[in-house]
Nanobody, 124 residues
Framework: QVQLVESGGGLVQEGSSLRLSCAAS????????MAWFRQAPGKEREFLLA???????TYADSAKGRFTISRDNAQNTMYLQMNNLKPEDTAVYYC??????????????????WGQGTQVTVSS
């Protein structure tokens, strides 16, 4: 079935930028809706952004203005561009995918496939 692998995380200074990647394999990438979530220690998993198979994007309020989502179907890869990072952005970032057509993008239970996560740490 589908496998997802995140990369691009690391330790960065406050105010800097990072670009995370999510590479997919095992299934037709273009037919899936995909999303980014994050989870900090002791916190609930938080929805950030989603992009449907049609290319329509959905943003959480916390992601608007600083984060952008995109996908390259030819490369089977989804991206999360994060700008002006803050210490409160420190978390494990996960990509997720689902073949569902009609669902609530912000709810983790609707996603069937998840990556292992990549750590993002922002120092002050």
């Amino acid at each position: 079935q589908v496998q997802l692998v995140e990369s691009g995380g690391g330790l960065v200074q406050e105010g800097s930028s990072l670009r995370l990647s999510c590479a997919a394999s095992g299934r037709t990438f273009s037919g899936f809706a995909m999303a980014w979530f994050r989870q900090a220690p002791g916190k609930e998993r938080e929805f950030l952004l989603a992009i449907g198979s049609s290319g329509i994007k959905t943003y959480a309020d916390s992601a608007k203005g600083r984060f952008t989502i995109s996908r390259d179907n030819a490369q089977n890869t989804m991206y999360l561009q994060m700008n002006n990072l803050k210490p409160e952005d420190t978390a494990v970032y996960y990509c997720a995918a689902t073949p569902r057509i009609s669902f609530s993008y912000s709810l983790p239970r609707f996603y069937d496939y998840w990556g292992q996560g990549t750590q993002v740490t922002v120092s002050s």
